[in-house]
């Protein structure tokens, strides 16, 4: 496979940090665990897909991969939330923070670690016992991944029935785990209402405001701000290392959901016009106008000090260097930068 330099960039990341944490003792028996972010269009399925197949065939790896699509509510659940939270746009249709499933997703992490933990203790036996023709028993050591038919309900989705869910099998070297807002943090009820109102401020004063977020309500923005804390507690604690795939200018994203759509559509799939790119766009530009700035230019990794003057500088960036990578990508998707973080 000719793996393109976003891929093998990545990659190099994640063997170089995969490499050093099994120097230590009480890691060696653990997955890596890396998160993946990058906005719609950016292709992260097919680079995880390229960086799977590519940490296999030339480092000999086992890797699974999951996506935080996988862990949406089932579609009862999320037409209670919409209902719950009238007139909330954000929060009507899957994908933004609080309409996932965070207990099911931290299941299925805590499954593949303690999986893999104990398909490492028994390899670690069987090695012991070289010269005898022993096997790994991984029975009743399987996986299930669950599958979200975004098809589903005329295209709104739902969560597949458990027999098309996906089975994996240890081990469980590393772990890919992608998702467009992966890595957004809350923001502090002071900094929500200054990023809010200065923004609403520039309508008042020129009748217009470029960002989106103007389009919604404080309450409705805050309600997707509080979700983000849930995902930040139960699922941040498991990555390891981070890669964040940054479009140079994050309106790309209209210009490659248009291209994803037109190419579905051109191989009769079906596929939404470039108006309704648009307006589907619109609904996630909010959390990546509030949250993009800090993911930008923090390593994820940080804890924010309130007594720092920069709302972006971090007390243990040092303790972290070296665990976030960061991959600007130009119009066409490619690998314009890398940065180390």
Not at 233 to 249: C, G, N, S, T
Request: hydrophobic fraction near 35%; glycine fraction near 6%.
């Amino acid at each position: 496979m000719n793996s393109t330099p976003k891929v093998h960039a990545i990659s190099n990341f994640i063997i170089d940090n995969f490499h050093r944490l099994r120097k230590t003792p009480e890691l060696i028996s653990m997955p890596l665990i890396v998160g993946i972010s990058g906005p719609q269009g950016s292709g992260k399925t097919t680079i995880v897909g390229q960086i799977a197949r590519h940490l296999k065939d030339f480092n000999n790896l086992s890797v699974v991969s999951c996506s935080i699509d996988d862990f949406y509510l089932i579609f009862k659940e999320q037409c209670q939330l919409a209902l719950s939270n009238p007139g909330n746009k954000l929060l009507e249709f899957r994908g933004e923070p609080g309409t996932h499933d965070i207990a099911l997703g931290k299941e299925v992490l805590n499954s593949l670690c303690r999986t893999h933990e104990i398909y490492s203790q028994k390899k670690e036996i069987c090695d012991n016992l070289k010269g005898k023709d022993v096997n790994i028993d991984t029975s009743n050591l399987d996986v299930l991944i669950p599958f979200y038919d975004k098809s589903s309900n005329d295209g709104r989705g739902d969560r597949a029935e458990v027999d098309r869910w996906v089975k994996v099998s240890p081990p469980f070297e590393i772990i890919l785990f992608e998702g467009w807002s992966l890595g957004f943090k809350h923001l502090s009820k002071s900094q929500l209402e200054k990023n809010y109102f200065s923004s609403k401020s520039l309508v008042t004063e020129h009748g217009s405001s470029p960002l989106k977020l103007v389009s919604h309500t404080f309450s409705h923005l805050s309600s997707i701000n509080e979700n983000l804390q849930n995902y930040e507690r139960e699922w941040y604690k498991f990555l390891d290392i981070f890669v964040h795939l940054d479009a140079q200018d994050i309106n790309y994203v209209y210009q490659w959901r248009s291209e994803q759509e037109r190419n579905m559509r051109n191989l009769g799939k079906g596929g939404m016009t470039d108006v309704q790119v648009i307006d589907f766009i619109d609904r996630y530009m909010p959390a990546y106008e509030l949250y993009l700035p800090k993911l930008r230019n923090q390593n994820f990794f940080c804890e924010n000090d309130a007594n720092l003057a920069d709302e972006f500088e971090c007390k243990n960036h040092e303790q972290h260097r070296g665990r976030h990578l960061k991959i600007i990508l130009n119009s066409k998707r490619e690998l314009i930068n890398e940065i180390l973080m």
